[in-house]
């Protein structure tokens, strides 16, 4: 990270674990960073009617040198330019130049995705997997990543859910569901042949549908009933373009989890509370 950006990005990290006087100053410059960083230690206490000196305790908290180390880091968050274009790595290339790439395309991916997402879309596929009696998520190669990722989350909050990356295993799986079911299809692509087969199954069990596969029209997307997408990031010689579209299908799975939980909320806190037990009893 560079040491004249990133201030902003701390500040939403640690906010919540912050003393209650410190907090109230975070959060104000949250809400207000352009405002913030022509204020003074003194002014912005007054702002946030805390003091200067718990300005300073903020900014050492944050482990910053000073309150114009954090102006500067937060000024350089406001500066920074949106990336246009993704970049590939270069023969023997600096370390420090493929961190910022790799990122950077990430960062873009993810923008794209939040953009071209659907929210009626998307609360159509929170309505479907807060009703159904069991969920199955299909990915292969890249994508079970994302499928399993589901997987994992989802049965934390006590959803009846299972992925697969076996073809067999998912179609039999899928032969004795029905419409009370969900099945959610995982391709970039959009025209992986074991998932299309699959979910042509699961349409026609009467099972609810839902893809995410990169936008654009596809074969997954054309059988599903709720289509989600994720940026169509450009290939690069080495994949990068694949790695951040794995990262945007795990953003959607992380949406997915967060509108669900919000849903359900009080049964979900109470399903990740017991969970959360029964991982420390086995830890004691």
């Known amino acids: 990270m560079s040491p004249t950006k990133g201030g902003l990005v701390i500040l939403k990290e640690m906010v919540n674990s912050l003393p209650p006087s410190e907090r109230k100053i975070a959060t104000y410059i949250l809400n207000n960073p352009e405002e913030s960083i022509l204020l003074t230690a003194l002014s912005l206490g007054e702002k ?4 200067s000196a718990a300005v300073i305790r903020l900014c050492k908290s944050l482990g ?3 309150f114009q180390e954090l102006k500067i880091r937060v000024a350089g968050d ?3 330019e949106t990336v246009e274009e993704y970049r590939d790595i270069e023969p023997n290339e600096d370390f420090k130049n493929i961190i910022d790439k790799v990122t950077s395309n990430t960062i873009q991916t993810l923008k794209e995705t939040v953009d071209i997402m659907s929210e009626k879309n998307l609360e159509q596929a929170v309505t ?3 009703n159904a009696n069991s969920i199955i998520f299909i ?3 890249a994508s079970y990543i994302a499928a399993r990722d589901a997987e994992q989350k989802l049965m934390r909050i006590n959803k009846n859910v299972f992925s697969f990356s076996d073809v067999h295993m998912a179609a ?9 079911d969900v099945v959610v299809g995982i391709s970039f692509s959009g025209n992986t042949q074991e998932a299309v087969k699959l979910l042509k199954l699961a349409r026609h069990k009467n099972a609810t549908t839902i893809s995410i596969t990169k936008y654009g ?5 054309q059988i599903s009933d709720i289509q989600l997408y994720t940026s169509a990031a450009r290939e690069a010689t080495f994949r990068s373009g694949a790695t951040s579209s794995r990262i945007a299908q795990l953003h959607v799975i992380d949406i997915l989890l967060m509108c669900l939980a919000s849903k359900e909320y009080d049964e979900t806190i109470k399903h990740i509370d017991e969970t959360r037990e029964a991982i420390s009893f086995l830890r004691d």
């Not at 039999?172 to 009370?180: M, Q, V």
């Open 139 to 141: 990915g292969f190669g």
């Open 64 to 66: 910053f040198s000073g």
């Open 217 to 221: 029209n596809s074969l997954v997307n």
């Open 128 to 130: 479907a997997l807060a």
């Open 48 to 51: 946030s009617q805390t003091s």
């Open 172 to 180: 039999t799986s899928i032969a004795n569901k029905g419409p009370e």
């Open 78 to 80: 406001l500066q920074a």
